[in-house]
């Protein structure tokens, strides 16, 4: 019978997760819950106690018909007859612990690089256990953290192997669904995730199994369904571009902006211009009440503060909960070390439908390293058509999501197709806040239409620059200045034309192509 890792408890015995409970009464209501594998962890008790402690437990899990791991220990282990053990790197080698062990005994190998895991397999083991996967109190000796990133990198190096997979280190509700959907490359997934606190330090440990078992088994609000790029994909996509611009104005959605004060007001118009309900919200503990509209929440990281971060953090929890889009904007991403800090502080703590960005910051949400901006300018570029459309999907392809790379020339993917974008005009650089506003509109039409996550940005990207477009060729306009009220007047032009079903502010005028690469 294949060996089921989908729950997977870890124990954790010490006062201040266990709160003087009896353990073996907690992890049978785990096991009531949903949990269908159970690993005993004690690096501190004696020997006597463990064997103790392990039998109990033992029984509990028999009676449920699961199996008992222990850690580390191969002698307690054999002396209360457990279906296996789970060893670290710094443990007993397997092989020793292969001959020990009676046949037919489970052993799991800790892995933290691809090496490590490719190893473990190598030798025969059952199922790896994949981390650190965020971090958490209750391990302090962690190698380094995976996050889903490292993890999808470890899976897609082993994809080749039938070996069973479980991640582990700070997975809790919150982000049990993102942990399983996005560590997953084309190949290979998750086979389950190893909890700990979240079920052993829970008030109701049944109540807590439950609802594990349950986002485990559901498929995520906020999954990506990707469309597999058609012979004529630039006028299909164009096609559907005028009904999902009318869509928007009809729904009128809530764009709840995190933004920087320099263009709160000027992207508010914007907002308003094209049809849409802006709100310009900095503080998250509002979050919990304005996702209930089913908007979009805009992450904007231009004026960072002391308080910012944890702001973005409760906002994006609440959105990601309900399952409303979240666009992140992480300007300047590469000027300072505290942007680059936050920039990983916020990928590790929720979902992005959408990340935009310029060149500088696109590759720092990457990871690429060698990048350094001047304040939010992206910086001389250094890629070609080719290489930013790779970046641009590869990003998109590892996150699950939607990645927008704006330009001279936009790029745009979901991962799979690649479009890119011609349209606009320079005097779009030549305004604060033009770029910033991109988020907000592309958050309007992800509220508006949510099963083409790249069709809804398309769309409102070229809304907003063919309305740039237009003001620009005005007589009156002669720079930035009389472009600015010229530019909120074209977009309130297309969103009226739009509402009527007008398609005409779009016939012959987008300038897109689809990038193979």
């Given at each position: 019978m294949p060996l089921?890792?989908?729950?997977?408890?870890?124990?954790?015995?010490?006062?201040?997760?266990?709160?003087?409970?009896?353990l073996c009464?907690?992890?049978?209501?785990?096991?009531?819950?949903?949990?269908?594998?159970?690993?005993?962890?004690?690096?501190?008790?004696?020997?006597?106690?463990?064997?103790?402690?392990?039998?109990?437990?033992?029984?509990?899990?028999?009676?449920?018909?699961?199996p008992l791991l222990i850690n580390d220990r191969v002698d307690v282990a054999l002396a209360i007859g457990a279906e296996g053990v789970h060893l670290g790197q710094d443990d007993m080698v397997f092989d020793a612990a292969k001959k020990l062990l009676p046949k037919g005994a489970i052993i799991g190998i800790s892995t933290s690089t691809v090496q490590e895991a490719q190893k473990a397999i190598a030798d025969g083991a059952d199922y790896i256990g994949i981390g650190?996967?965020?971090?958490?109190?209750?391990?302090?000796?962690?190698?380094?953290?995976?996050?889903?990133?490292g993890t999808q990198a470890l899976l897609k190096a082993i994809s080749d192997s039938p070996v069973g997979t479980v991640a582990i280190g700070g997975i809790n509700h919150s982000n049990v669904q993102r942990v399983l959907y996005q560590s997953r490359c084309d190949a290979k997934g998750l086979d389950g995730v190893a909890i700990v606190s979240a079920i052993v330090g829970a008030e109701d440990p049944q109540t807590s199994a439950e609802k594990f078992t349950h986002l485990i088994?559901?498929?995520?609000?906020?999954?990506?369904?990707?469309?597999?790029?058609?012979?004529?994909?630039?006028?299909?996509?164009?096609?559907?571009?005028?009904?999902?611009?009318?869509?928007m104005t009809e729904v009128h959605p809530l764009v709840h902006n995190m933004i920087n004060f320099v263009v709160a007001n000027f992207v508010a118009n914007v907002a308003l211009s094209i049809g849409?309900?802006?709100?310009?919200?900095?503080?998250?503990?509002?979050?919990?009440?304005?996702?209930?509209?089913?908007?979009?929440l805009l992450i904007n990281m231009g004026t960072l503060t002391s308080e910012s971060v944890s702001n973005y953090q409760k906002a994006l929890q609440a959105y990601n909960a309900r399952g409303n889009p979240v666009i992140y904007d992480p300007v300047g991403a590469a000027a300072t070390e505290i942007r680059r800090n936050a920039v990983s502080t916020l990928m590790a703590g929720g979902y992005f439908d959408l990340i935009k960005g310029n060149e500088g910051e696109i590759r720092q949400v990457w990871g690429s390293g060698a990048v350094q901006q001047r304040g939010v300018d992206s910086g001389p570029s250094t890629l070609d058509e080719q290489q930013k459309a790779r970046l641009t999907r590869d990003l998109a392809r590892r996150e699950h999501n939607v990645v927008l790379l704006t330009g001279a020339t936009d790029y745009l993917s979901d991962g799979e197709r690649v479009i890119a974008v011609e349209n606009g005009h320079p005097y779009?650089?030549?305004v604060t806040g033009t770029g910033c506003a991109i988020g907000s509109v592309s958050g309007c039409f992800l509220a508006a239409h949510r099963s083409d996550k790249l069709l809804a940005v398309l769309s409102g990207l070229l809304m907003f620059e063919i309305a740039a477009e237009n003001a620009a060729s005005k007589d009156y306009v002669r720079g930035p200045g009389s472009f600015v009220p010229a530019f909120l007047d074209e977009l309130y032009a297309i969103q009226t034309a739009a509402a009527k079903g007008d398609e005409s502010w779009l016939a012959g005028r987008a300038k897109v192509h689809e990038v193979k690469v």
């Open positions: 089921d890792l989908s729950l997977y408890l870890v124990t954790d015995s010490t006062p201040a997760i266990l709160k003087g409970r009896d009464t907690v992890v049978e209501e785990a096991i009531k819950g949903g949990v269908t594998i159970v690993q005993y962890r004690d690096k501190t008790s004696d020997t006597g106690d463990l064997i103790a402690t392990a039998s109990k437990l033992h029984q509990v899990t028999q009676k449920y018909g699961i650190t996967m965020f971090a958490t109190s209750t391990k302090t000796n962690t190698k380094s953290i995976l996050g889903t990133a088994k559901s498929t995520p609000t906020f999954a990506l369904t990707c469309q597999t790029s058609r012979a004529d994909e630039v006028d299909a996509l164009l096609r559907d571009v005028p009904a999902i611009v009318r869509k849409a309900s802006p709100i310009m919200a900095p503080y998250g503990d509002e979050a919990q009440d304005l996702c209930k509209f089913d908007g979009a779009l650089g030549r």
